[in-house]
């Protein structure tokens, strides 16, 4: 499976701009470059929290396919927030537990400046 094409062709990562750069061995790594439309403050680009998580889901779920090979459905994410996105955020993420059934993944959101913005953990599908 070409994970970097799967996410590209995902329509809501593309409505967003998400793009994952690395996806292997359990690791993977993904960006989003702001603008106006993906801010919660009219006059500062500052990203709304739902574009950190659609970041941070995004690119757990590639970690997790790249062990996978197929798609994996989200089951559960849970994101601390600690600063406010300014500017580019840049997720990395790296597979927990892959198991049978469910995997984890561990995942941060930095800024541009290199700030830790949120973290996650998310819990995806992995077999039937």
Do not use: C, N
């Amino acid at each position: 499976m070409d994970i970097e094409s799967f996410f590209e062709e995902m329509p809501f990562a593309d409505l967003l701009g998400v793009e994952v750069t690395e996806a292997a061995d359990g690791h993977a790594e993904g960006r989003i470059e702001m603008r106006d439309e993906l801010s919660w403050h009219s006059e500062r680009l500052m990203a709304h929290g739902g574009v950190t998580f659609t970041l941070a889901d995004t690119v757990g779920g590639a970690a997790l396919v790249s062990l996978a090979d197929q798609p994996v459905p989200t089951i559960d994410m849970r994101i601390d927030y600690h600063e406010v996105g300014s500017g580019d955020l840049r997720a990395e993420a790296d597979v927990v537990k892959f198991g049978d059934q469910v995997g984890t993944v561990d995942v941060d959101v930095f800024s541009e400046d290199g700030t830790l913005v949120a973290d996650a953990r998310g819990v995806y599908k992995t077999g039937d």
